[in-house]
């Protein structure tokens, strides 16, 4: 029998070091740029983020004027955000980003951080792009941030790779790839001197040019992909994209 997908499962276990960890694990520059590209994109229409979490991207955006709302599968890191300053006033629902449906017509979804793969099939990903279409006004631009898959840093089907190094944490990567099914099974280890917590995840990857036909299916064509944030063009070196998708 299939294991159900259970969207609350990963920011229930994660929610109460999650701001931790990005701080550890990602340059602080990336959130900056992403915020000032998502801020453009938007032109000054609202904003609806699927998988918004503890509101790195929604809060600097709330804070520059824009309108936003949020959609998460884990009632805990919603706990986090509404904590924060401005974060009780960001209406989020709480469900699965694929197939929860808020009011409101939107100038802009948001899908970021590869959060696209932490759905569990093809078929949910599908679903995650028809759902953002209907939540877009005409024009409208649904925008998802997401690794390139580098199956050459396996190694019999496993990896294991340094996220962070410092004298009192050290935080690491193992990784279990399976490439019929185009699944990663990952365990981040957390190890400081309080002690050693794993973090379990897994992702359905996906190639660039699969979105893109999803994009398609949902009735929307493919407007820009990037590098990063900043705008620096896509090539086959990159590692991660930034692909913007109009309705």
Request: aromatic fraction near 8%; include cysteine; glycine fraction near 8%.
């Amino acid at each position: 029998m299939a294991q159900v997908f259970d969207a609350s499962a990963y920011g229930r276990a994660i929610a109460d070091v999650y701001d931790d960890i990005y701080d550890t694990t990602m340059a602080d520059a990336s959130t900056e740029s992403a915020v000032d590209r998502l801020h453009e994109l938007a032109g000054g229409g609202p904003v609806l983020e699927f998988g918004i979490g503890t509101g790195r991207l929604a809060l600097p955006l709330a804070a520059r004027g824009l309108a936003v709302a949020g959609v998460d599968g884990s009632a805990e890191m919603v706990e986090v955000l509404r904590a924060k300053p401005g974060g009780d006033r960001i209406p989020v629902t709480v469900g699965d980003f694929a197939e929860t449906r808020v009011e409101g017509e939107f100038a802009l979804v948001v899908l970021a951080i590869n959060t696209i793969f932490a759905l569990p099939s093809q078929d949910a990903q599908v679903a995650c792009f028809r759902n953002a279409a209907a939540h877009l006004r005409p024009g409208g631009r649904f925008v998802v941030e997401a690794w390139i898959p580098d199956l050459a840093a396996f190694r019999n089907g496993t990896a294991l790779r340094l996220l962070s190094l410092r004298e009192d944490r050290v935080f690491a990567e193992a990784a279990r790839l399976s490439p019929a099914d185009q699944m990663m099974y990952t365990t981040k280890v957390d190890l400081t001197s309080g002690g050693l917590r794993l973090l379990p995840a897994n992702h359905r990857y996906a190639w660039p040019a699969e979105l893109d036909l999803m994009a398609r299916l949902a009735g929307m064509e493919r407007e820009h992909r990037w590098a990063d944030w900043g705008g620096a063009p896509f090539t086959d070196d990159s590692r991660a994209h930034v692909s913007v998708y109009r309705r």
